[in-house]
DNA sequence: CCACGTGGAGAACGAACGTTCTCCACCGTG
DNA sequence: CACGGTGGAGAACGTTCGTTCTCCACGTGG
């Protein structure tokens, strides 16, 4: 599974990649303005991708590991437990407050091209049922009934959707009481 | 706020419009593709709605009516209360087992088109907006407190999108039983 | 100096698409 | 029959975009 090394080229388009198809969405966004926006000119962006859909697998390949490894770094500064489960809805809180938050990636390309490229409808799926087993691994890590993960899960999905369309970065705090909530019987006596 | 009456070959480009924008989104079908399926010309396509941008926001303002309409007389169908607040997450999971489901028309729309296109980003928040409300009244009539009506919203956004990526109905009834644990301290005796 | 490969800038090409235009068949009225 | 208006079929137009090609400047090895 190993990539080699990329260029600096291979960064500086998958960069601008990011930024603009997240922005814009993947249709709205031409070669020429990664052209533009990388400063690589457009034989060698060819060379690297050779075609716009392969450029896109990259940025959510990449996008995918990025976010889910930043996630992950952020729950595990907290011991396992019902505070690293809440941890989650904390750093979601962040995200959304981000200048330029529209909500989930992958959500957003399904939206655009899932029904019409199977390998984007595939990324998605991917990602999200690696959020979904990594939830359900800190549920079940902290004491609780596996199932619960997939319901938490619901509740990290519902506000990630509510605040990209509403604007609201309190989706996230709304989540988490409710997460707090469902929790709450597996850890009768703890405070908080 | 009236529309008048619409022509047959109105609602035929609209049915038409439906069933491919929702299908494959809204940038993946042109024009001719509407005409084909509508079976009206273009002179009278174009009479009917004068650019596609106009074509789209009468898709998306005929499917919120409808959608919420469906789902109200669905609801309604039960006394107020807490069945029928749950009684959202039955009709959800039949609409998710329906073929051809393919999420959220508005989350899918803000995906492809929030980024660039205010018209698209303003009616997705305004349906999912009504939803919210909708579900507030319904959790308020039931008399549980308000602030749940958003918990609540929030496992339905969550179980939609779920099911949308990851093709699985079940997500309904994980946010079905989230939902009813997080009522529960309302309705203390009652059974189920 | 020359031959040569590399890479950049941007023109060019072909397809798709939104929108408009042309042409014609059809129909009701004098 | 002449005539005008309506609407359909689909050609045409202009633009955008993914992709490829042309041209040239530059640096390296003989």
Known sequence: MGSVAPTEAEV???DAAE???YARGLQAVGMDAIRGASGVSLKRLYQLFPSKDVLVEAYLRRRDERWRAALA???EALPAGRERVLAVFDWLERWFAEDGFRGCAFVNSFGEL???SPAVAEAARAHKDAFRRYLGGLVTEAGAPAPLGGQIALLAE???VTAAVSGDPGAA???R???S???APYFACEPR
Chains 1, 2 share one sequence.
């Open 12 to 14: 500086r388009v998958l």
């Open 19 to 21: 930024e603009l198809f």
């Open 73 to 75: 770094s952020h729950a």
């Open 114 to 116: 899932g029904g019409v």
């Open 158 to 160: 519902g506000a990630i």
């Open 173 to 175: 705090r709304t989540a």
């Open 177 to 179: 009481e409710a997460a």
């Open 181 to 183: 909530v469902l929790l």
